[in-house]
C-alpha cells in the first residue's frame, strides 16, 4: 500500500542555517503531496502542496519539489527563524483512496 | 471565516464514562476525520466519513464510536472500552469534490483520564 517515509527527528539547527527535511513516498497512482506544520498544542495547518510531477509548492520561504523520478518531496528552507520551531508532516494523497497517508513527523528546533 | 470547530479545547474523562468531542464544519465538505496523536507520534485513522450517514473504521476504531447525521458535524465518543483514551484528538475534513485535495484540520481536544 502507499506510505510516506519522512526523517526521524528531532532536527537542531541555528537561526538562519539551510533546512533540509527529507521525505520520500511509495504510491500506486499519482498521487498529490503535502507538507503540514503543527505547533505546540495546535492542529496542523497545510504549508505547502503539489499536485504533479515537477511542480513546485512554496509557502513562507518554504519550498518542495515533487520529484517523481526520485519519489521525494523533501521541503527546504533557506534561512530558518525560531518562530519555525514546530513538527513538520509530510502526506500523500491517492486518487484511489480517500485517505491521506502522513508520515510520523519531524520535529524542528531552532535556537537563536 | 470558514473552518473546523473542535470543542472543548480540555476534556477530562472519569473511569467507566463515555465522553463525545465535538466536531463541526462550514466549509461544506462532504468527508470528515477523526485522528488520535499520542506524545512524540504521527496521527492514526480512528473514523472517517465521506458522505451524510456512513462512515468507515479507520486503524484504530476499538473503543470508539462516530455518528454523521449532518453535514457539518462529525462527533466523536470515546466509550469506557476505550482503556487508553488520554491522548490529542484531531478532527479534519476535506473536499472530495475535485480529487486529491487536502485535509483542514480543527485546533484538537485534549483528553485526560481523572
Known amino acids: 500500500g502507499d506510505s510516506v517515509t519522512q526523517m526521524e527527528g528531532p532536527v537542531t539547527l541555528s537561526e538562519e542555517a539551510f533546512l533540509t527535511i527529507n521525505c520520500t513516498y511509495t504510491?500506486?497512482?499519482?498521487?498529490?503531496l503535502f507538507w503540514y506544520v503543527q505547533y505546540p498544542g495546535e492542529g496542523l495547518q497545510l504549508l505547502l502542496k503539489?499536485?504533479?510531477?515537477?511542480d513546485k509548492g512554496s509557502n513562507k520561504g518554504f519550498e518542495a519539489t515533487y520529484r517523481k523520478e526520485t519519489t521525494s518531496f523533501h521541503l527546504e528552507k533557506g534561512s530558518v527563524q525560531v518562530s519555525d520551531s514546530a513538527v513538520y508532516f509530510c502526506?500523500?494523497?491517492?486518487?484511489?483512496?480517500?485517505?491521506?497517508?502522513f508520515g510520523k513527523g519531524t520535529r524542528l528546533h531552532i535556537l537563536p | 471565516d470558514g473552518g473546523i470547530t473542535q470543542s472543548p479545547k480540555y476534556l477530562f474523562r472519569k473511569e467507566g464514562q463515555n465522553v463525545t468531542l465535538s466536531c463541526e464544519q462550514n466549509?461544506?465538505?462532504?468527508?470528515m476525520y477523526w485522528y488520535r496523536q499520542d506524545p512524540g507520534q504521527g496521527l492514526r485513522l480512528i473514523y472517517y466519513?465521506?458522505?451524510?450517514?456512513?462512515?468507515q473504521k479507520g486503524d484504530i476504531a476499538e473503543g470508539y464510536s462516530v455518528s454523521r447525521e449532518k453535514k457539518e458535524s462529525f462527533p466523536l465518543t470515546v466509550t469506557s472500552a476505550q482503556k487508553n483514551p488520554t491522548a490529542f484528538y484531531l478532527c479534519?475534513?476535506?473536499?472530495?469534490?475535485?480529487?486529491?485535495?487536502?485535509?483542514?484540520f480543527g485546533d484538537g481536544t485534549r483528553l485526560s483520564i481523572l
Open positions: 479534519a475534513s476535506r473536499s472530495n469534490t475535485v480529487s486529491n485535495q487536502p485535509q483542514h
Open positions: 504510491a500506486t497512482g499519482y498521487p498529490s
Open positions: 503539489a499536485t504533479k510531477a515537477d
Open positions: 502526506a500523500l494523497s491517492d486518487s484511489i483512496d480517500d485517505k491521506i497517508i
Open positions: 466549509l461544506n465538505h462532504d468527508a
Open positions: 466519513s465521506q458522505i451524510v450517514n456512513d462512515f
